[in-house]
């Protein structure tokens, strides 16, 4: 590991890095706008100048050489020493910092981006209060670049990070620099929007409010949010994200830095896929079928009910209760449900629960995978039903039993955003005599169920997911669980025979006991705190 | 004893541009000589004799050559003749006049280097000079010399013109490189060198046009011959540019180190000022390395040189070191434009800044604001309604964007700030002056007719403060040697 | 909306304006033996489209990327970087009138006030009868006869303000006096 020396300090630092992000990595606030690690370095943002220690021209002796060099470009070498905490950087961060604000409009008060903007903070740890420049401002147009997305090009600094990203990480080169000089400006090609299955990232990824999400315009001001790491439920690969929330509910999903998933992305499903959370026909109250159809239950008389009906189910088939477990579900959930159900029903059935398919995996040039496979923890289930063992089959083979009747009972789980049952579906497990249907919405299902469960979405619960690569990841809890609703751990906890309240943490012990494989968390690394 | 001149023999032949006149007078026997060496003995050759770039910035041609790596499979050379520093014009001239010179010299370069196609980079706006040129390359490839195995020798070499659209950045050499892939002229992060990984990521040599002219005589004429002409270190004849309100402005050739004031009075070179007036200033390597006083001012006491007091300073030797003791940054194109005594300063500081604000790449952010913040400036103080504060902000700028040659990916930004900083320091005078004798409240009024929130502000009453600390220059510390 | 956005994700037929004809598809491609990729082919093919159309058009762009195997924002980005690409149609001639320094010196600033009163269109605008357009350049390195100007293709050398009227009614103004290559043609205005 090369060591350099950082204003006096001497840092290790993994090989083969730019200066810059071994100083982030120390910890160093080093500000900086076209330098990400994710993108080709273009060294054009010159606000990471540094100072460096050569060989003198004609004495070789080792010296602070007279002109500053862009740390963003210069690879750390053992034994180089730099400084940045120096007047002659100081003084390029200040002038750059001026030059940065002359055009710029004051309008942070309706700005998006303000509290979490690079431009603010800069300005107000290296710049100056006001602006030297008297005279006529440029005024570059607000533009509406695509679907989702628009284009503040008066706040624009030009560190061309979103051109980079369309045409490195997309592929998709929608978005361009045009014009030459302080006339530049970020546009897209007329009729040809930014329309692409990642092109959110490129709101983040921008150091100021050029470039903000319809979604989120004039929606909550950032420092009203508070945030969670999860994982996104949209697809197999489980891609880290952060969830912004406040009371209201959620407002925004961004990307979480994840080395081995989704690096600094996340695709566009994953960040607007939480619209369903917030929808109005959520199920909110447990029914249970009486000679009036579904009626309102209170939840604490559930547990004992559901494990009575079950348990009688299986007293007259041994293997006719049947657990549908969905890859909606997180490990912990499916383990406990399933755990409670062969509690009562020993020889119940476990089937997994049907695993929705779109298109095909789509891979971007840097190798950024958009996964057909719809849901976030099929493994997980897979996993489990393997080790408990006994009678397991598939969501097919659950169709194919229900439909020639040979399931009497029948515990499933949907989950699912979206619509997923077919017709077929619906016939064959309306055979099914006793039927628990726990899901988010009303589906064909409610008028065949004997008890009615409402899910919750994903983030209202804990849990760990394991993706299409058997990597095992946790998530956090954002919201309270719907009123009326109760986390699906919790509900199987007490399904379960527990008291209390349910710890996903407690839960993941347990299994890791008895499969060392949920032992192996996966947690990304955490990115440098000025790091952007 | 009458200069001979080499490069510009036959500026006033008839018929000059074909490639009966050129081979009549030896034309194509440096070629033929190089073609029957090796190819390192022509880099050795041209390295012994030292042959600084002439596109600006001086750095050794050989040199440059041997960068390249020793396995490679493809070599470009990349001619550089998009000359759009103003006010130069010498690589015109000599395309114009003698483009098969140039045709020799590209094969002479391209033979040393193992180049298999060379790409001429010519501006946009030459075009007459485009026709000539194609022409010339026609006539070079129906008689051998281009195209396959030429003159017997095996060595394959391929030709063409690639036409630029109206760019000053293109005339960097990186930014050439990008324009020649068909991209926006946006110079390149270095390293990698372009030796390393130039045009089409392979190993490139980008020569100016000028530099390449000179070979076919180095070649022919020898060593010796080379370094008898000019001061230590700047060997070689030179094509000289005047233009302005002389009597004969043109491009001339002389050996290198002639001094400014040879070149605007000289009868061979400019011949003197038009109306007898005098010099107010000189521009003499182009726009980017700066200003001299001219005649207007009085001579120094024995020959001092002291770029901080208003004296004469065309006894500035054009070489590629003697400039630099006036605060030039360096020789550049050695092409000088004249600024008479009844000219406005204030009119020659909007024009230039105009320059770099309009030519900026728009890349590196001190460069882009930089620049359009100095236009705006002139154009005020221009327009009678600067502030004494402007002058020290237009300094400071310039300070920032161009505290070393290499703090920005290219020259531009130094090329920009030194002719601003340069004027606005050596002619501070004339400038307040100006500013005193404006309406007290011009500045203001002109502040609070562009920019409105601005004016209320202590710094539209011509209370600007520099920033503390904010200049940054050691005057010790030498420049680096740019490529460009 | 708050305020005014400009809406860049659609565009009318009329603002594509005209493609690329087949003829001037294969002088484009005829440069493409020349370089490694066919993306270096594109400021010259930008060059013979504007030859040909005038400007260079939305439509044009489209083409000429789907030609290079570009995106047509690649080839705005190019379009926009260079001055002498215009992006909107041009008069028959076209006057590039040099303002730096050497040419204002000599009397440039002169020329253009003329010019502009005398064509009655400022910078990038074209006279009403499509015959003129005019446009400013930083230098056209040709200082020795300042002040110049082109007018498409021919350089027009120490012009004076008295000589304007001269210059403007030849109707070779605009001519090359040489042979010339055929790569590239004579510019004329876009055929409508």
Same mark, same amino acid.
């Given at each position: 590991?090369?060591?350099?020396?950082?204003?006096?300090?001497?840092?290790?630092?993994?090989?083969?890095?730019?200066?810059?992000?071994?100083?982030?990595?120390?910890?160093?606030?080093?500000?900086?706008?076209?330098?990400?690690?994710?993108?080709?370095?273009?060294?054009?943002?010159?606000?990471?100048?540094?100072?460096?220690?050569?060989?003198?021209?004609?004495?070789?002796?080792?010296?602070?050489?007279?002109?500053?060099?862009?740390?963003?470009?210069?690879?750390?070498?053992?034994?180089?020493?730099?400084? =940045?905490?120096?007047?002659?950087?100081?003084?390029?961060?200040?002038?750059?910092?001026?030059?940065?604000?002359?055009?710029?409009?004051?309008?942070?008060?309706?700005?998006?981006?303000?509290?979490?903007?690079? !431009?603010?903070?800069?300005?107000?740890?290296?710049?100056?209060?006001?602006?030297?420049?008297?005279?006529?401002?440029?005024?570059?147009?607000? /533009?509406?670049?695509?679907?989702?997305?628009?284009?503040?090009?008066?706040?624009?600094?030009?560190? $061309?990070?979103?051109?980079?990203?369309?045409?490195?990480?997309?592929?998709?080169?929608?978005?361009?620099?045009?014009?030459?000089?302080?006339?530049?400006?970020?546009?897209?090609?007329?009729?040809?929007?930014?329309?692409?299955?990642?092109?959110?990232?490129?709101?983040?990824?921008?150091?100021?409010?050029?470039?903000?999400?319809?979604?989120? !315009?004039?929606?909550?001001?950032?420092?009203?949010?508070?945030?969670?790491? &999860?994982?996104?439920?949209?697809?197999?690969?489980?891609?880290?994200?952060?969830?912004?929330?406040?009371?209201?509910?959620?407002?925004?999903?961004?990307?979480?830095?994840?080395?081995?998933?989704?690096?600094?992305?996340? $695709?566009?499903?994953?960040? =607007?896929?939480?619209?369903?959370?917030?929808?109005?026909?959520?199920?909110?109250?447990?029914?249970?079928?009486? &000679?009036?159809?579904?009626?309102?239950?209170?939840?604490?008389?559930?547990?004992?009910?559901?494990?009575?009906?079950?348990?009688?189910?299986?007293?007259?088939?041994?293997?006719?209760?049947?657990?549908?477990?969905?890859?909606?579900?997180?490990?912990?959930?499916?383990?406990?449900?399933? /755990?409670?159900?062969?509690?009562?029903?020993?020889?119940?059935?476990?089937?997994?629960?049907?695993?929705?398919?779109?298109?095909?995996?789509?891979?971007?040039?840097?190798?950024?995978?958009?996964?057909?496979?719809?849901?976030?923890?099929?493994?997980?289930?897979?996993?489990?039903?393997?080790?408990?063992?006994?009678?397991?089959?598939?969501?097919?083979?659950?169709?194919?039993?229900?439909?020639?009747?040979?399931?009497?009972?029948?515990?499933?789980?949907?989950?699912?955003?979206?619509?997923?049952?077919?017709?077929?579906?619906?016939?064959?497990?309306?055979?099914?005599?006793?039927?628990?249907?726990?899901?988010?919405?009303?589906?064909?299902?409610?008028?065949?169920?004997?008890?009615?469960?409402?899910?919750? $979405?994903?983030?209202?619960?804990?849990?760990?997911?394991?993706?299409?690569?058997?990597?095992?990841?946790?998530?956090?809890?954002? !919201?309270?669980?719907?009123?009326?609703?109760?986390?699906?751990?919790?509900? =199987?906890?007490?399904?379960?025979?527990?008291?209390?309240?349910?710890?996903?943490?407690?839960?993941?012990?347990?299994?890791?006991?008895?499969?060392?494989?949920?032992?192996?968390?996966?947690?990304?690394?955490? !990115?440098?705190?000025?790091?952007? | 004893?009458?200069?001979?001149?080499?490069?510009?023999?036959?500026?006033?032949?008839?018929?000059?541009?074909?490639?009966?006149?050129?081979?009549?007078?030896?034309?194509?026997?440096?070629? *033929?000589?190089?073609?029957?060496?090796?190819?390192?003995?022509?880099?050795?050759?041209?390295?012994?004799?030292?042959?600084?770039?002439?596109?600006?910035?001086?750095?050794?041609? @050989?040199?440059?050559?041997?960068?390249?790596?020793?396995?490679?499979?493809?070599?470009?050379?990349?001619?550089?003749?998009?000359?759009?520093?103003?006010?130069?014009?010498?690589?015109?001239?000599?395309?114009?006049?003698?483009?098969?010179?140039?045709?020799?010299?590209?094969?002479?370069?391209?033979?040393?280097?193992?180049?298999?196609?060379?790409?001429?980079?010519?501006?946009?706006?030459?075009?007459?000079?485009?026709?000539?040129?194609?022409?010339?390359?026609?006539?070079?490839?129906?008689?051998?010399?281009?195209?396959?195995?030429?003159?017997?020798?095996?060595?394959?070499?391929?030709?063409?013109?690639?036409?630029?659209?109206?760019?000053?950045?293109? @005339?960097?050499?990186?930014?050439?490189?990008?324009?020649?892939?068909?991209?926006?002229?946006?110079?390149?992060?270095?390293?990698?060198?372009?030796?390393?990984?130039?045009?089409?990521?392979?190993?490139?040599?980008?020569?100016?046009?000028?530099?390449? *002219?000179?070979?076919?005589?180095?070649?022919?004429?020898?060593?010796?011959?080379?370094?008898?002409?000019?001061?230590?270190?700047?060997?070689?004849?030179?094509?000289?540019?005047?233009?302005?309100?002389?009597?004969?402005?043109?491009?001339?050739?002389?050996?290198?180190?002639?001094?400014?004031?040879?070149?605007?009075?000289?009868?061979?070179?400019?011949?003197?000022?038009?109306?007898?007036?005098?010099?107010?200033?000189?521009?003499?390597?182009?726009?980017?390395?700066?200003?001299?006083?001219?005649?207007?001012?009085?001579?120094?006491?024995?020959?001092?040189?002291?770029?901080?007091?208003?004296?004469?300073?065309?006894?500035?030797?054009?070489?590629?070191?003697?400039?630099?003791?006036?605060?030039?940054?360096?020789?550049?194109?050695?092409?000088?434009?004249?600024?008479?005594?009844?000219?406005?300063?204030?009119?020659?500081?909007?024009?230039?800044?105009?320059?770099?604000?309009?030519?900026?790449?728009?890349?590196?952010?001190?460069?882009?604001?930089?620049?359009? #913040?100095?236009?705006?400036?002139?154009?005020?103080?221009?327009?009678?309604?600067?502030?004494?504060?402007?002058?020290?902000?237009?300094?400071?700028?310039?300070?920032?964007?161009?505290?070393?040659?290499?703090?920005?990916?290219?020259?531009?930004?130094?090329? *920009?700030? #030194?002719?601003?900083?340069?004027?606005?320091?050596?002619?501070?005078?004339?400038?307040?002056?100006?500013?005193?004798?404006?309406?007290?409240?011009?500045?203001?009024?002109?502040?609070?007719?562009?920019?409105?929130? *601005?004016?209320?502000?202590?710094?539209?009453?011509?209370?600007?403060?520099?920033?503390? @600390?904010?200049?940054?220059?050691?005057?010790?510390?030498?420049?680096?040697?740019?490529?460009? | 909306?708050?305020?005014?956005?400009?809406?860049?994700?659609?565009?009318?037929?009329?603002?594509?304006?005209?493609?690329?004809?087949?003829?001037?598809?294969?002088?484009?491609?005829?440069?493409?033996?020349?370089?490694?990729?066919?993306?270096?082919?594109?400021?010259?093919?930008?060059?013979?489209?504007? +030859?040909?159309?005038?400007?260079?058009?939305?439509?044009?762009?489209?083409?000429?990327?789907?030609?290079?195997?570009?995106?047509?924002?690649?080839?705005?980005?190019?379009?926009?970087?260079?001055?002498?690409?215009?992006?909107?149609?041009?008069?028959?001639?076209?006057?590039?009138?040099?303002?730096?320094?050497?040419?204002?010196?000599?009397?440039?600033?002169?020329?253009?006030?003329?010019?502009?009163?005398?064509?009655?269109?400022?910078?990038?605008?074209?006279? +009403?009868?499509?015959?003129?357009?005019?446009?400013?350049?930083?230098?056209?390195?040709?200082?020795?006869?300042?002040?110049?100007?082109?007018?498409?293709?021919?350089?027009?050398?120490?012009?004076?303000?008295?000589?304007?009227?001269?210059?403007?009614?030849?109707?070779?103004?605009?001519?090359?006096?040489?042979?010339?290559?055929?790569?590239?043609?004579?510019?004329?205005?876009?055929?409508?």
């Amino acid at each position: 590991m090369p060591k350099i020396i950082i204003d006096g300090q001497e840092i290790e630092c993994r090989p083969g890095i730019p200066v810059l992000q071994a100083a982030l990595e120390a910890g160093m606030d080093i500000p900086h706008y076209c330098y990400h690690p994710g993108l080709k370095i273009v060294a054009s943002c010159r606000l990471c100048l540094m100072e460096m220690k050569m060989p003198h021209p004609k004495t070789k002796e080792m010296a602070w050489a007279p002109k500053l060099f862009p740390s963003c470009q210069t690879p750390a070498k053992d034994g180089m020493e730099v400084r =940045f905490d120096s007047d002659a950087v100081r003084a390029n961060v200040r002038h750059v910092m001026e030059y940065y604000l002359l055009n710029h409009p004051l309008d942070c008060p309706v700005c998006d981006k303000a509290g979490e903007c690079y !431009l603010q903070d800069y300005t107000e740890d290296h710049g100056s209060a006001a602006s030297r420049m008297v005279d006529e401002k440029q005024k570059n147009p607000k /533009k509406d670049i695509g679907p989702q997305t628009l284009l503040y090009s008066d706040r624009c600094v030009l560190c $061309s990070r979103c051109v980079r990203f369309c045409d490195e990480i997309s592929g998709t080169s929608e978005l361009r620099v045009i014009n030459r000089g302080s006339r530049g400006e970020i546009d897209v090609f007329p009729g040809r929007p930014l329309d692409n299955a990642l092109q959110g990232n490129v709101v983040e990824l921008c150091p100021v409010g050029a470039l903000l999400d319809k979604e989120f !315009l004039f929606r909550q001001r950032v420092w009203t949010l508070k945030t969670t790491k &999860s994982i996104s439920p949209v697809d197999s690969r489980g891609q880290s994200i952060y969830i912004d929330y406040n009371e209201e509910g959620i407002h925004r999903i961004r990307p979480r830095f994840n080395e081995k998933v989704n690096e600094w992305w996340i $695709s566009d499903e994953a960040r =607007f896929g939480w619209k369903h959370v917030h929808r109005d026909d959520r199920l909110n109250q447990p029914r249970v079928r009486g &000679s009036d159809g579904l009626v309102p239950q209170r939840w604490e008389e559930l547990p004992e009910f559901l494990r009575k009906r079950l348990a009688d189910a299986a007293k007259q088939v041994s293997d006719s209760v049947a657990v549908v477990l969905s890859p909606m579900m997180s490990c912990e959930e499916a383990w406990l449900l399933a /755990k409670a159900v062969r509690d009562v029903a020993p020889q119940a059935v476990l089937f997994h629960g049907f695993v929705p398919v779109v298109g095909e995996d789509r891979t971007f040039p840097k190798g950024f995978v958009v996964k057909a496979e719809k849901c976030p923890n099929r493994r997980g289930i897979e996993t489990i039903c393997e080790h408990l063992g006994g009678n397991t089959a598939n969501w097919g083979d659950f169709l194919g039993m229900a439909s020639s009747g040979k399931i009497k009972a029948a515990y499933v789980v949907g989950g699912y955003p979206n619509e997923w049952l077919t017709s077929e579906a619906v016939a064959a497990i309306g055979q099914v005599e006793f039927l628990v249907v726990q899901d988010l919405f009303p589906t064909a299902l409610t008028e065949h169920a004997a008890v009615e469960i409402p899910s919750v $979405s994903w983030t209202e619960r804990e849990g760990m997911f394991m993706n299409c690569d058997g990597l095992l990841q946790e998530f956090e809890r954002a !919201l309270n669980p719907l009123e009326g609703t109760k986390a699906d751990g919790q509900f =199987f906890f007490e399904l379960a025979g527990n008291v209390g309240l349910f710890r996903a943490k407690k839960v993941r012990e347990e299994m890791a006991a008895a499969l060392p494989v949920f032992a192996d968390v996966f947690i990304p690394q955490e !990115l440098p705190e000025h790091a952007h | 004893m009458a200069f001979e001149r080499i490069l510009m023999k036959h500026v006033d032949v008839p018929n000059s541009t074909s490639l009966s006149v050129y081979k009549s007078d030896g034309g194509y026997e440096g070629a *033929a000589k190089a073609l029957q060496m090796k190819a390192e003995q022509v880099v050795e050759l041209v390295k012994e004799a030292n042959v600084r770039g002439r596109g600006g910035a001086g750095f050794p041609a @050989g040199l440059k050559w041997s960068f390249l790596p020793a396995e490679r499979d493809v070599t470009y050379l990349c001619v550089n003749a998009d000359e759009s520093e103003p006010p130069t014009f010498c690589n015109r001239v000599l395309m114009e006049t003698d483009p098969h010179m140039l045709l020799e010299g590209i094969l002479i370069a391209g033979y040393a280097t193992r180049t298999t196609v060379a790409y001429i980079y010519m501006r946009g706006e030459f075009i007459e000079q485009f026709h000539i040129m194609q022409k010339a390359i026609d006539e070079a490839y129906e008689a051998g010399y281009l195209g396959k195995n030429i003159l017997g020798s095996g060595y394959d070499l391929d030709c063409y013109i690639h036409r630029g659209a109206g760019a000053y950045i293109c @005339g960097e050499e990186t930014g050439l490189i990008e324009s020649l892939e068909g991209k926006r002229g946006w110079p390149r992060i270095k390293p990698p060198f372009p030796a390393v990984e130039g045009a089409f990521r392979k190993p490139t040599v980008v020569n100016n046009v000028e530099t390449l *002219a000179c070979l076919p005589h180095i070649i022919t004429r020898g060593v010796e011959w080379w370094q008898s002409l000019g001061p230590e270190g700047s060997f070689g004849p030179k094509m000289y540019c005047v233009s302005g309100p002389v009597n004969k402005p043109g491009c001339y050739e002389g050996p290198m180190g002639i001094s400014v004031r040879d070149l605007i009075y000289a009868d061979e070179f400019g011949g003197g000022m038009r109306d007898g007036k005098k010099v107010k200033a000189v521009l003499p390597g182009g726009f980017s390395m700066g200003v001299l006083r001219g005649d207007l001012f009085p001579k120094a006491p024995d020959g001092t040189v002291d770029p901080a007091q208003d004296y004469d300073e065309l006894d500035a030797r054009l070489d590629f070191d003697d400039v630099r003791r006036y605060g030039l940054l360096g020789l550049g194109t050695a092409a000088a434009v004249v600024v008479a005594e009844d000219t406005d300063i204030r009119d020659v500081l909007a024009n230039v800044a105009r320059f770099f604000a309009m030519e900026s790449c728009g890349q590196c952010t001190q460069c882009r604001e930089g620049s359009s #913040w100095m236009y705006k400036m002139a154009q005020r103080i221009r327009g009678g309604a600067g502030r004494i504060a402007d002058l020290d902000v237009l300094v400071e700028v310039t300070q920032n964007m161009g505290m070393m040659p290499g703090e920005s990916i290219c020259g531009l930004s130094d090329g *920009a700030a #030194w002719p601003i900083r340069t004027i606005v320091q050596k002619f501070r005078k004339e400038f307040e002056q100006h500013i005193s004798a404006q309406a007290p409240d011009a500045a203001a009024e002109w502040i609070r007719r562009v920019n409105p929130a *601005a004016y209320g502000l202590p710094i539209a009453q011509g209370r600007a403060e520099v920033m503390p @600390g904010g200049t940054f220059y050691r005057p010790d510390s030498e420049p680096d040697t740019v490529e460009a | 909306m708050a305020w005014r956005t400009i809406d860049r994700t659609k565009v009318s037929p009329e603002e594509m304006g005209p493609g690329l004809s087949a003829a001037v598809r294969e002088k484009i491609q005829a440069f493409f033996p020349r370089y490694p990729t066919k993306q270096a082919a594109l400021i010259p093919a930008l060059h013979i489209i504007q +030859d040909a159309l005038g400007y260079i058009s939305l439509q044009a762009m489209e083409d000429v990327a789907e030609l290079l195997e570009l995106h047509p924002s690649q080839v705005m980005d190019v379009v926009s970087f260079y001055s002498m690409f215009w992006t909107h149609p041009r008069g028959k001639k076209t006057i590039m009138l040099c303002r730096s320094l050497s040419c204002e010196l000599m009397g440039g600033k002169n020329v253009r006030d003329a010019l502009v009163e005398k064509l009655g269109i400022k910078e990038h605008e074209t006279t +009403d009868d499509g015959e003129w357009s005019f446009m400013t350049e930083e230098c056209l390195a040709a200082c020795e006869h300042a002040p110049c100007m082109l007018i498409n293709e021919k350089l027009h050398k120490c012009v004076r303000v008295e000589d304007l009227n001269r210059i403007l009614s030849d109707p070779d103004n605009d001519k090359l006096e040489m042979p010339r290559s055929d790569l590239f043609d004579a510019p004329r205005t876009a055929q409508t």
